[in-house]
């Protein structure tokens, strides 16, 4: 599976950004789909996860209410619609892949497949 994750951008604070994140390879029904974002000197932290299906959603407590993930399985892609965003949700944003199960959503080394990153930047 092939991830290439695309809607980055430079944005001010309380603006917003959609990101893409498009598989090639194999269908992505088969799998739960993430997000992940790392900022400079940080850890990479977990953002929103979806089921295989999409019936299920999770989601840290610093994006809560703002940002929504969905998934169009019939267009193999995932998407983080990001609303009222902050300086400190500036990072590289990676799209995931894997047979996850839902004790380990939020564990990025339970994914498999990574895309290659695009970078949200947030003025204040």
């Known amino acids: 599976v092939q991830l290439q994750a695309s809607g980055g951008g430079l944005v001010q604070a309380g603006g917003s950004l959609r990101l893409s994140c498009a598989a090639s390879g194999r269908t992505l029904s088969c799998y739960a789909m993430a997000w992940f974002r790392q900022a400079p000197g940080k850890e990479r932290e977990f953002v929103a996860a979806?089921?295989?299906?999409?019936?299920?959603?999770y989601y840290a407590d610093s994006v809560k209410g703002r940002f929504t993930i969905s998934r169009d399985n019939a267009k193999n892609t995932v998407y983080l619609q990001m609303n009222s965003l902050k300086p400190e949700d500036t990072a590289i944003y990676y799209c995931?892949?894997?047979?996850?199960?839902?004790?380990?959503?939020?564990?990025?080394?339970?994914?498999?497949?990574w895309g290659q990153g695009t970078q949200v930047t947030v003025s204040s």
């Open positions: 995931a892949a894997g047979p996850v199960i839902t004790g380990r959503i939020r564990n990025p080394s339970a994914y498999n497949y």
């Open positions: 979806i089921s295989r299906s999409g019936s299920s959603t």
